[in-house]
């Protein structure tokens, strides 16, 4: 018989219970059972970054995670990032300078770049580059999504 | 892609998670970060029946100043290390290694401990059950024969730890904790020189701590891949310096990182060690790029490696 654990964690400021297989991922979690489909599966091996969330503030492959290892974390995911009707600075510079193509890897893009800018409000544009080489974008996108990172440092 | 079923266990102590592991009979894997045995898991080529996460151990946590030694503890992540003072000051070609390691998320994830602990891969074996049923099973599978040399009588696996490669060219040793207590050893006896099984790690040790000499060395690391981030490396070259004798280092072909010492540093010198080294080296076609592309720039990464480490000296 399959084994159930309840795991208590926040998601985007929502104190949570949710009931888990232990070799259930916290993609599949957050997808499946939370209806966060903001996050999203790519390679599914922690190479590609598309369902990159925020484990405490670090940017972390969720397809590679248990859920139960974040017990008693705060999780953040894209859709967690605005405030109200109000986007995230991040957000709003993707939009500005069109840095979406076919949108898969926007979220890990957003959230690597948003883990970036809390503990460096300034990077330089050396520092954003080796930090969102951290992510695939397929479109090859990377010119405008660079742009959009360094246009949000700067406000 | 899908996990198969297991028990999650989280201990709080070495005590507790060595019982655990006793518990499950052989059955049993630790669980530091996660991002070399999680894809395994995914590709099946790890079925356990338990994971045990060792995460909740804090003293495998920290970084101490002690004497002789800088002791880091095996849960220290990879992003954490790059920044520790004594590596940034003083182990020159660890901070190239750390810095070159997959790429910044992977590093804030994945520990120094489960670095180490990475299994040997292959371009025929990281695969998933479905691609490696159709080529049949490899002796690192548990199989008769290898895909990546044809009529070959062994493995050719390489394991990839970048920062292996570089810990081999500063002074090293590992503390284990086992059923039968705690034992310590020098880096070059965690490895049993088979790339298919590639540790002497004994069933239920757990890396606690590396220790790395305080020694004052210059250096660097130079990785071979084909993107400048995320991938493991194609081969990676460490060397340091400390009093005019040096260590070069080649990891990434095989089962293990090779040392060699040399005490000159022209041309000559630096070509004599690097065919020392190629001696012990097996490089196959095993990796994205030709087996003699790897071969030929050993030498290559070597001289503009010692090159840049004895001018900045
Ligand atoms: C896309 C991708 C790219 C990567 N690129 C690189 C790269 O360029 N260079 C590189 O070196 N690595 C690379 N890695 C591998 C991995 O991310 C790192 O090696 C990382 O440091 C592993 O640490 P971990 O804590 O995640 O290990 P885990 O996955 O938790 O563990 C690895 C192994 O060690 C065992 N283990 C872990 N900790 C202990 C312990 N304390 N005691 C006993 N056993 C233990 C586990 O059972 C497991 O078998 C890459 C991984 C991915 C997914």
Redo the contacts with the bound molecule.
């Keep these: 018989m399959e084994q159930f654990k309840i795991i208590s964690f926040e998601v985007n400021g929502e104190p949570i219970e949710v009931e888990v297989r232990p070799h259930e991922t916290l993609l599949e979690t957050l997808r499946n059972r939370l209806e966060l489909t903001g996050a999203k599966e790519g390679c599914g091996?922690?190479?590609c970054g598309s369902c990159t969330v925020l484990v405490n503030g670090v940017p972390t492959r969720s397809c590679?995670v248990l859920t139960a290892e974040v017990e008693g974390s705060k999780i953040t995911t894209i859709e967690g990032l605005a405030e109200g009707e109000r986007l995230d600075p991040l957000q709003e510079s993707f939009m500005e300078k069109g840095a979406v193509q076919c949108g898969f890897c926007t979220p890990g893009m957003i959230l690597t770049a948003k883990a970036l800018l809390d503990r460096n409000p300034r990077p330089t544009k050396e520092e954003i580059i080796t930090t969102l080489s951290s992510n695939v974008c397929r479109c090859t996108g990377y010119k405008k999504i660079l742009e959009a990172v360094e246009a949000a440092s700067s406000q | 892609m899908i996990l198969r079923k297991f028990e999650y266990l989280r201990p709080a102590s070495i005590k507790e998670a060595l019982e655990l592991y006793d518990k499950f009979e052989g059955g049993a894997?630790?669980?530091?970060?996660?991002?070399?045995?999680?894809?395994r898991m995914k590709l099946g080529l790890e079925r356990p029946s338990a994971v045990i996460d060792?995460k909740q151990i804090a003293p495998?946590k920290r970084v101490e100043d002690q004497g002789e030694w800088v002791k880091i503890g095996?849960?220290v992540p990879?992003f954490d290390l790059r920044q520790e003072g004594w590596v940034v000051d003083n182990f020159p070609a660890l901070k190239a290694s750390l810095d070159a390691?997959?790429c910044e998320t992977?590093q804030m994830?994945?520990?120094?401990?489960?670095?180490l602990?990475?299994?040997s891969r292959c371009l025929f074996y990281n695969q998933s059950v479905f691609w490696r049923k159709s080529k049949g099973f490899c002796f690192k599978m548990g199989g008769d024969k290898c895909n990546a040399v044809p009529g070959a009588k062994r493995c050719f696996a390489n394991y990839?730890?970048?920062?292996a490669t570089s810990l081999s060219t500063l002074t090293c040793e590992l503390e284990l904790s086992g059923p039968d207590g705690a034992r310590r050893i020098a880096l070059d006896e965690l490895y049993s020189g088979k790339p298919g099984k590639p540790f002497k790690?004994r069933a239920g040790?757990?890396?606690?701590a590396i220790f790395v000499k305080k020694e004052n060395t210059q250096g660097g690391y130079e990785k071979l891949r084909l993107r400048g981030s995320?991938?493991?490396?194609l081969l990676g070259l460490a060397f340091s310096l400390k009093d005019g004798k040096g260590t070069l280092a080649v990891g990434a072909v095989g089962a293990k990182p090779r040392a060699v010492e040399l005490t000159e540093f022209k041309k000559d010198s630096v070509k004599e060690a690097v065919d020392t080294l190629l001696k012990d080296l097996t490089p196959v076609n095993n990796t994205v790029v030709e087996a003699s592309y790897r071969k030929q720039m050993v030498p290559v990464m070597a001289e503009r490696l010692i090159k840049k480490t004895v001018e900045g000296a």
């Design positions: 091996l922690g190479a590679i | 894997v630790y669980l530091s970060g996660g991002t070399d045995l999680v894809p060792i495998l095996s849960l990879l390691t997959s992977l994830r994945g520990t120094i401990g489960g670095n602990l990475q299994n990839c730890s970048d920062n790690v040790e757990i890396l606690t995320i991938d493991y490396p």
